[in-house]
């Protein structure tokens, strides 16, 4: 059973990966778009073992952001400098 407390930090996990799916990043919704969907699955059934793996999947979608940003900001600025 998910306790009362647990919306607060889910909504703003979700309000993050909101933020992350409007950013112009080539697949970089799909990560993102699917912990969504499971947090609230698991918001809905009251079920911590769904809401767990959406956080999980939640966090695997925004190191998949930061890395694909992180590799186009070297490719860029190595670019410039060449």
């Given amino acids: 059973m998910a306790p ?3 919306r ?3 909504g703003i996990a979700c309000l993050v990966l909101a933020i992350i799916i409007t950013l112009p990043i080539p697949l ?3 990560v993102p778009g699917t912990a969504i969907p499971l ?3 698991g918001m809905l059934e ?3 073992i769904a809401i767990w793996l959406g956080l999980a999947v939640a966090v695997a979608g925004v190191m998949l952001v930061v890395l694909a940003s992180a ?3 070297g490719g860029m600025n ?3 400098k060449a």
Avoid: E, K, Q
């Fill in 28 to 30: 970089g919704h799909v």
């Fill in 39 to 41: 947090c609230s699955l």
């Fill in 8 to 10: 607060v930090p889910v």
């Fill in 71 to 73: 590799g186009l900001y």
């Fill in 78 to 80: 190595h670019l410039w």
């Fill in 46 to 48: 009251r079920d911590g």
């Fill in 4 to 6: 009362d407390w647990m």
